[in-house]
Nanobody, 120 residues
Framework: QVQLVESGGGLVQAGGSLTLSCAAS????????MGWYRQAPGKQREMVAC???????VYADSVKGRFAGSRDNAKNTVYLQMNSLKPEDTAVYYC??????????????WGQGTLVTVSS
């Protein structure tokens, strides 16, 4: 069992910043990659960031240069610093984790999601 709990979502103006956090608990040893997915209303779910155990992060093209993922393995916590937010970033953001090194398919473990709304 792995439990993932996101926090930090909310309403922000375009151009603003927001930081998401995700705390993992349970069978932490089963976790390798962690990261973030998002799903906007009427849109397909997409990977935002995959954070490897060593801290290297792979980003979706749509957020490169604006978002920064990080990972604190001692705290079993990952973060997503979102800068220069755009209305198209509005979505439910999900914390994810997987036993694999990288997300090949959908991750095995998902949080409940936190809503980020960016107003124009």
């Amino acid at each position: 069992q792995v439990q993932l709990v996101e926090s930090g979502g909310g309403l922000v103006q375009a151009g603003g910043s927001l930081t998401l956090s995700c705390a993992a608990s349970g069978d932490i040893r089963s976790i390798n990659a962690m990261g973030w997915y998002r799903q906007a209303p009427g849109k397909q779910r997409e990977m935002v960031a995959c954070i490897l155990r060593g801290g290297s992060t792979v980003y979706a093209d749509s957020v490169k240069g604006r978002f920064a993922g990080s990972r604190d393995n001692a705290k079993n916590t990952v973060y997503l610093q979102m800068n220069s937010l755009k209305p198209e970033d509005t979505a439910v953001y999900y914390c994810v984790a997987d036993p694999k090194t990288f997300f090949i398919g959908d991750p095995d473990f998902w949080g409940q999601g936190t809503l980020v709304t960016v107003s124009s």
